[in-house]
């Protein structure tokens, strides 16, 4: 059994762990508001206002929360370039109409990004995002089979539904905090569906510990190694203030098990990290966008930098933002915001709506 950490610490970890809280009240008039204030479309495929509306997916065998945005001017004749938006821990599909939905339809209208497709799936254990709930990671484990939710069902979907552009190379996942781990694993997974993957405050190596077998210290080059077990359920990966802290064992218990023999191989399997060997990723075959922070709540810097680390030995081009001095939260997350536009616009300026 996963042991509790209090409200109170939850409540603290909804602030921090991903860049947008969960949504616990109902906003019915939400995206109305929203829709009145961008220029482009977003498209209800939700239970949220009022309506269920929601998309079923045949890997989760449930309805599924999903909203879509349409750029300005959007002609079904056209096809565009499509994204996947993947949210942070404690977080679902809202974070979406909070956060992404307005700098996002600001810079297309600008001309500062091309017209593209923008799709937001739930991703939420339990399909709603609770503060008492557990990280999914986008993977498929014992909590569902979340990878083929995104690759297969809202990936096909959306293809089938919207006028996309065929092109992997004018497909991509942007993911936050946890979403981040789904964004480069899902990428590195499905290079037929997708090329380009951004992590804002991502952990991309869950599987780092220093080599005093400490997870909480500093990226070394000198002294890190890849772990040979899962991770302990007692040992720290979250503290905050000192003294509220989060464990191995609320993380991975949900998804592997408490005492599965196969947990490690399973954890390498969506490792972000491990993933760079594992499918032989090579040069120029996909285009990486990382940004994190140098004060990391989840000490996810160090995860970052090792897998850096390992992508420099590879000689793997990844363009990175660094801000030392902040924390993960929210309003790191919209610090990176602008260079997230404009290196997107870099990789899909080509790819405009024909």
């Keep these: 059994m996963v042991k509790p950490i209090g409200w109170l610490g939850l409540l603290v970890v909804a602030a921090l762990a991903s860049p947008a809280s969960a949504q616990l009240l109902p906003r019915p008039f939400a995206l109305e508001r929203v829709n009145r204030q961008i220029k482009g479309q977003v498209l209800d495929f939700t239970n949220n206002h009022g309506k269920d509306q929601r998309f079923y997916s045949a890997s989760l065998d449930q309805k599924r929360d999903v909203y879509v945005y349409l750029p300005p001017g959007y002609d079904p004749a056209k096809r565009y370039a499509m994204g996947i938006y993947l949210h942070g821990f404690l977080s679902d599909e809202q974070s979406f109409l909070d956060e992404l939905v307005r700098p996002i339809d600001d810079a297309i209208a600008c001309g500062k990004l091309p017209p593209m497709i923008l799709v937001a799936p739930d991703g939420s254990a339990h399909g709603r995002a609770f503060l008492a709930s557990y990280g999914t990671f986008f993977c498929n484990t014992k909590l569902g089979k979340f990878e083929d939710y995104i690759v297969c069902d809202v990936y096909d979907w959306a293809m089938k539904t919207f006028s996309c552009r065929p092109e992997p190379e004018a497909h991509f996942l942007l993911g936050v905090s946890m979403g981040g781990h789904g964004a480069f694993s899902k990428t590195i997974k499905h290079p037929d569906k997708f090329r380009i993957a951004l992590g804002v405050l991502p952990p991309l190596n869950m599987l780092y510990t220093s080599c005093r077998d400490r997870y909480m210290d500093n990226f070394d080059p000198c002294c890190w190694k890849q772990r040979t077990e899962p991770g302990r359920s007692w040992e720290i990966v979250g503290q905050f203030y000192g003294f509220m802290i989060i464990t191995q064992g609320h993380l991975i218990h949900p998804m ?99």
Excluded at 264 to 292: I, T
Excluded at 299 to 313: I, P, T
Excluded at 337 to 351: A, G, M, R, T, Y
């Design 256 to 354: 592997y098990g408490k005492k599965n023999p196969e947990a490690l191989e399973l954890m390498r399997q969506d490792n972000p990290f491990d993933l760079l060997d594992s499918r032989d990723v090579k040069p120029g075959q996909f285009e990486f966008f990382v940004a994190y922070v140098g004060k990391d709540d989840f000490n996810l810097d160090a995860q970052a930098e090792s897998f850096l680390y390992r992508a420099k030995q590879k000689c793997l081009p990844v363009t990175v933002r660094y801000l030392p001095n902040r924390h993960h939260g929210r309003s790191s997350a919209r610090r990176f915001l602008p260079d997230v536009i404009v290196w997107l616009n870099e990789k899909l300026c080509k790819f405009q709506p024909e």
